[in-house]
């Protein structure tokens, strides 16, 4: 008989083989200890051990436990299905030893990393939560002074909108009660373009407000707010920047407020939820930290609007459907990350290869200097000597045209009887 897993209609896994069981466990007074769990010699390979306290209360229930399991090759190959659902899952396939480690204490909760696209959207454009996207925009935008008061989402986070959708679809739009239209983007990963593609969201939608007809004096302000979770301008030293339109010279304002850029880089904040006092650091921890928390903090839940914000990211209420596709595109940051890593790994070792060649070839260049310099000390020295031996040369026939002694020329000379033979055998008639 198949038996469905719950995980689709298309995934039917039928009976699995066992194989040898050992276990040995103990229980008393809401306490079990697994002290083995063994399987062997059929579809599924496990080795594990664990402990709890179980209450009637899951939240107060306690679990820890590790081991590992490895599925089949030919129970694999029976089953395309879960080898589909090992690929989407970023699961291996292939028969190996998959190890795991649960630890859950009471009262430990698991929220969603609110610096994924989807998570952002979830939390901040969420019909029904508008209070914590204006507590958030007042914080960056106005200093924590409560300017915006009502808005209304243009695409408020909706599932099967945001499947098979590209990242840059995947924005908080509103429009405040003024009509000013306001742009959150959530960046995880510095791709190439960045910044350009920052400039044609915000041109788009200031110049995409006027259609066939109209006047351009109905265009409305666009605010572009883009929160990096990566150092985006190295030579600026605060978390928040602001771009508008200035005169270069006297720094006077274009005189319509047409865009406005607005910056968070997340690396730069190095408080803790505990240090944070004003409104827009409490937001930046929890765009930080949320995600590896497993209580809600006291300091930051003091703004009721985070902690709702904390509601909205608790794991536990998200659906199968949410929660696969939010470990999905976890799975696909690490793997931009650890690609990006390692590109920038491969950039610095070609660059020190770099260096290394262009300094071989400075010392070679040093090198060829010397040699031309002894080279030319040689020819000096070459020429010199010739010039000696001529000199000499010519010393001897005189000497000895004025009819004086060989043994007497030597003497003058300060050379042996041997060495002016050899120069005279050299010089021509």
Not at 2 to 22: F, H, I, K, N, Y
Not at 327 to 355: F, I, V
Request: charge should be positive; hydrophobic fraction near 35%; aromatic fraction near 8%.
């Amino acid at each position: 008989m198949p038996a469905a897993l719950g995980l689709g209609d298309t995934l039917q896994v039928p009976a699995v083989q066992l194989g040898s069981v050992a276990i040995q466990a103990n229980t008393q007074q809401g306490k079990a200890r697994l002290q083995k769990l063994q399987f062997a010699g059929g579809d599924v390979q496990v080795n594990a051990t664990g402990e709890g306290k179980l209450r009637k209360s899951w939240r107060r229930s306690a679990l820890s436990g590790k081991g590992w399991f490895r599925l089949s090759p030919d129970f694999l190959k029976k089953n395309p299905g879960l080898q589909a659902l090992f690929s989407t899952l970023h699961l291996p396939h292939k028969p190996r030893v998959i190890r795991y480690t649960i630890d859950r204490r009471p009262g430990q909760m698991r929220f969603i990393a609110p610096k994924t696209d989807f998570a952002f959207k979830k939390i901040f454009g969420s019909a029904g939560h508008e209070g914590v996207l204006r507590s958030f925009l007042n914080a960056f935008l106005y200093q924590g002074r409560e300017e915006i008061t009502e808005l209304t989402l243009q695409d408020p986070y909706n599932i099967p909108r945001l499947k098979g959708l590209k990242d840059s679809y995947l924005d908080v739009r509103l429009r405040q009660s003024d009509g000013k239209w306001i742009l959150v983007e959530m960046q995880v990963v510095h791709v190439p373009g960045f910044e350009n593609r920052i400039l044609f969201n915000a041109a788009k939608q200031f110049s995409t407000q006027v259609v066939q007809g109209q006047d351009y004096d109905t265009l409305d302000p666009v605010v572009l707010l883009t929160i990096t979770d990566f150092v985006m301008f190295k030579n600026w030293p605060t978390v928040q920047s602001r771009y508008r339109l200035f005169e270069t010279e006297q720094l006077v304002e274009y005189p319509v407020d047409g865009m406005e850029l607005v910056f968070v880089e997340l690396p730069k904040f190095t408080k803790t939820h505990v240090e944070a006092t004003q409104l827009w650091e409490k937001w930046v921890c929890f765009l930080k930290e949320a995600g590896s928390l497993q209580q809600m903090p006291s300091s930051l839940v003091q703004v009721p609007q985070i902690k709702e914000a904390f509601e909205i990211a608790n794991y536990a209420g998200l659906t199968p459907e949410e929660a696969q596709i939010l470990d999905n595109k976890a799975l696909w940051l690490h793997d931009q990350k650890k690609m990006r890593t390692l590109y920038g790994e491969a950039q610095q070792r070609l660059g020190q290869t770099q260096k290394r060649l262009d300094q071989t070839e400075q010392r070679l260049d040093q090198t060829q200097q010397q040699l031309d310099q002894t080279e030319q000390q040689r020819d000096q020295a070459q020429a010199k000597s010739e010039r000696y031996a001529r000199t000499v040369q010519q010393a001897i026939l005189s000497l000895r045209q004025s009819g004086m002694e060989d043994a007497r020329v030597c003497h003058i000379l300060g050379i042996s009887l041997q060495q002016l033979h050899d120069i005279l055998r050299t010089t021509p008639t």
